[in-house]
């Protein structure tokens, strides 16, 4: 999960959160030899350390893992689509909600490379940097994962507008991007906040999901119900 974090400790999520077996914690040391230190559950490239908790008043990178991922049969919060992955944590969305494209990149690449076992498969993005301030380094890491044989998905953000107009696409406007995710409401419509594809182009989104009112965890033992194409694209990827 690249995105603002996760709440490795949460008791239906905590179960799922990859630990890292070349790591001690706490210790000070790239006891891997990976390039970063004490990164036990993944890596926080927006403070520079090991540490990927989630600090967004929204709880939005918990809540996107918790669709992938919650752990079933616990009696907590419900399950995720694929309750049996494992999570990995990278954080590259601050406490409010912004990035740079050089950490988005970053945490892309940390994602593609990183030793885990199993081994990083799925990469959710649910997020946008749009227009890039470093677009060719964007565009060769997404190229790049789709190189290296691993899936990217992304959301197609929340303009209510084409994949041409809308003010937040970036990087699920590249071509590279593997699964390019629409949001529906409950009775299988486009919410009305998604994007869409343009009509020069009517399949420039891949595949839809529900993205309104969808129930999973937030930080601090919490769950609540959060809207947006961020909510479809994980149901995408943990599928």
């Not at 944590?89 to 950490?103: D, G, H, P, R, W």
């Not at 990183?114 to 993005?125: F, M, S």
Request: proline share 6%; net charge negative.
């Amino acid at each position: 999960m690249v995105d603002s974090g996760v709440d490795y400790n949460h008791p239906d999520l905590d179960g799922n959160i990859w630990t890292n077996p070349g790591e001690v914690a706490a210790n000070g040391i790239d006891d891997d030899n990976n390039g970063y230190v004490d990164d036990v559950h993944g890596y926080d490239f927006v403070n520079g350390d090991g540490d990927p908790m989630d600090d967004i008043l929204s709880g939005h990178g918990t809540h996107v893992a918790g669709i992938a991922a919650a752990e079933a049969g616990n009696g907590l919060f419900g399950e995720g689509v694929s309750p049996n992955s494992k999570i990995l944590a990278i954080k590259v969305l601050s406490s409010s909600n912004v990035s740079t494209y050089f950490n988005v990149a970053r945490g892309l690449a940390y994602a593609r490379t990183a030793n885990t076992t199993p081994e990083t498969k799925v990469i959710d993005t649910s997020l946008c940097a749009d227009p890039p301030e470093e677009p060719q380094l964007l565009a060769d890491e997404v190229a790049a994962i789709k190189a290296a044989g691993k899936i990217l998905v992304d959301s197609a953000h929340n303009d209510n507008s084409s994949a041409t107009t809308g003010g937040c696409r970036y990087p699920g406007s590249d071509p590279n991007t593997a699964l390019r995710v629409t949001a529906t409401q409950e009775n299988d419509c486009r919410a009305y906040f998604s994007n869409f594809s343009p009509a020069s182009n009517p399949t420039f989104y891949n595949i839809a999901a529900p993205g309104d009112d969808i129930y999973s965890t937030i930080p601090n033992n919490g769950s609540r119900s959060l809207s947006g194409t961020s909510m479809a694209a994980p149901m995408v990827a943990g599928a």
